[in-house]
């Protein structure tokens, strides 16, 4: 159900907001005065296509924001399947720029037009004489049928479990896609697998680069430490001997500066030269080359490497961590086995309760068509269709959907000479409209917003009075939004909204009121007599409006 449609920068209409209320909200006004382009803004918010040169020239972006009510059938076959967070109170944007290019949300999560589109079929039916999305689409004669016979309960029911076991068939088919892909790779995952086991990986291998290095340059740095050894220590003339000479005078004139510790910092630098000569000594003799220890070295380092490579990685914890994964994969493939073989019991469990849920379904669907067909037929005639004839059809469809296991083809005739045919192949218009409406005024598709574009038109007089008294059959079970230029229609509002235009900065633009009972009996009476309304045209109108009290 619509609460409230903001519109910006759209055509004629620069800045209204249209709140209809949950009964029947009929709209008048001037020709020319921006009634349909109401709704061809709604069509924008709910995933039509922008016209760019509809924009073509403005300067401000075109906002369109909407709020609507829904419940949770849509949730089911919307909000769930679509992956979008649930707001009973759901709020859908849309901002478009003057080349056209637009962006769309759905409470506040960005969308795309089709997901827009998808959702405004579920919250909005718009039908009028060119667009008879109503009742040929044959989801919605299912939906009409549905709300004939109060299968609400049914339908939900039913697309839980159905929703159920698509989550279900959803998991099974990647999981058996995963199966499939171990299987597929298991040769080669256990061969990639064997070469990591047989290098035996450890941290140790971390410092391989930093040992080779030192075994490959042993001669060279064994060299360099018996050169720094004996120069420090082991020498003629080494530093340390050299060092030592001065010890006495370091003494001596640290005595005339008692501050300075020169004698204590000397001995501190001939200690640490003592020790890093004894270090150097230590670490160099201790290098040895073993041949053949440095040539497995080399063949060790050399296979990391390859492996590093093949597995396009840079480190050995990165192999270590490939290694792990292979052997997790290749011992998890018997328990992905057993996931999915109870996933096949569970679903097979689902679809049994499924298959029963959608029998419950056809069996109500099939248990209400002779009385929704009898109750449509009578209803035709009142609207001047004596002749009228309407088969329901249901059959069984080729595979379960989210509306359960029937096909439903509603077939009409408008003339006793003629055999039952599709809608689209034989309703003309006005046939289809009041056909759409007659089915409309029996069902009861709860949360959806109902709209009819002059759908009385080329009728007037007792066949307008029964269109308007139809209509509020329909609006007293759903809300319900109509365009009219006949005041029997009009007479029958909830809320009547008036629809004019006026000069605002030099430009035409759309102002929506909504009628007090005086300014609403005024406007059915210019309706009745045109431009100058008379007297008998105020009695006539206050006549059609006491009429709604009654």
């Known amino acids: 159900m619509i609460k409230k449609i903001n519109i910006k920068n759209f055509a004629l209409l620069k800045d209204i907001s249209f709140e209809p209320v949950a009964g029947l909200n009929i709209i008048t006004g001037e020709t020319g005065a921006g009634k349909s382009i109401i709704f061809e803004a709604l069509g924008l918010l709910l995933g039509e296509r922008a016209d760019s040169q509809l924009f073509e020239g403005q300067n401000e972006k075109c906002i369109l924001e909407g709020e609507f009510a829904v419940d949770a059938t849509i949730e089911n076959l919307f909000f769930k399947p679509e992956d979008f967070d649930f707001e009973s109170h759901t709020i859908l944007r849309r901002e478009i720029n003057s080349n056209g290019k637009s962006r769309a949300f759905i409470n506040d999560t960005p969308a795309s037009l089709g997901q827009m589109k998808l959702l405004g079929n579920l919250l909005v039916n718009i039908h009028n004489q060119h667009e008879t999305i109503g009742i040929f689409n044959k989801k919605n004669q299912l939906a009409l049928l549905d709300g004939f016979a109060k299968n609400k309960a049914l339908l ?46 450890t941290v140790q291998d971390r410092k391989l680069e930093e040992q080779l290095d030192h075994l490959s340059h042993a001669d060279e740095i064994k060299q360099m430490g018996s050169k720094i050894c004996n120069t420090l220590s082991d020498g003629e003339f080494s530093i340390l001997d050299q060092i030592g000479q001065l010890q006495a005078d370091v003494k001596k004139i640290d005595g005339f500066f008692p501050k300075s510790s020169f004698f204590e910092r000397f001995q501190s630098i001939v200690l640490e030269l003592k020790e890093l000569a004894v270090d150097v000594e230590k670490e160099t003799d201790s290098l040895t080359v073993d041949n053949e220890s440095l040539e497995a070295m080399e063949h060790r380092f050399s296979s990391i490497q390859q492996l590093l490579k093949k597995h396009q990685t840079q480190d050995i914890d990165s192999l270590m961590v490939i290694r792990q994964n292979l052997e997790n994969e290749l011992n998890n493939t018997e328990e992905l086995e057993k996931s999915i073989f109870l996933l096949e019991n569970e679903l097979e469990t689902v679809l049994k309760n499924l298959s029963v849920q959608s029998m419950a379904l056809s069996d109500a669907r099939k248990k209400a068509i002779p009385q929704i067909t009898m109750q449509l037929i009578e209803l035709l005639k009142s609207l001047e269709l004596e002749k009228a004839k309407v088969v329901f059809e249901l059959k069984k469809a080729e595979n379960l959907y989210a509306f359960g296991a029937d096909d439903l083809s509603i077939l009409f005739s408008a003339n ?6 599709p809608l689209d192949k ?30 009385d038109s080329g009728v007037s007089g007792k066949v307008a009075q029964r269109i308007g008294e139809l209509l509020k059959n329909i609006a007293s079970k759903q809300q319900v939004i109509a365009v009219t230029h006949s005041p029997q229609v009009a007479s029958c509002a909830d809320n009547h909204i008036f629809v004019s235009k006026k000069e605002e900065n030099g430009k035409t633009v759309t102002a929506i009121h909504y009628l007090n009972k005086e300014q609403e009996q005024n406007v059915i009476a210019q309706m009745l007599s ?21």
């Open 156 to 201: 939900e029911a039913f697309q839980s479990v159905y929703f159920q076991a698509k989550k279900i068939e959803t998991t099974l088919f990647e999981r058996k896609n995963h199966l499939a892909e171990i299987k597929k790779q298991e040769s080669y995952n256990q061969f990639l697998l064997e070469e990591l086991l047989k290098l035996n990986l």
């Open 416 to 421: 006793s000479d003629m055999a039952p045919m």
């Open 426 to 455: 034989v309703a003309s218009g006005g046939e289809a409209s009041r056909l759409a409406l007659c089915l409309k005024s029996l069902a009861s598709l709860d949360m959806v917003t109902l709209i009819f574009d002059e759908i």
């Open 530 to 550: 045109g431009s100058a309304v008379t007297d008998a045209a105020m009695a006539n109108a206050k006549t059609l409006l006491e009429r709604k009290m009654d």
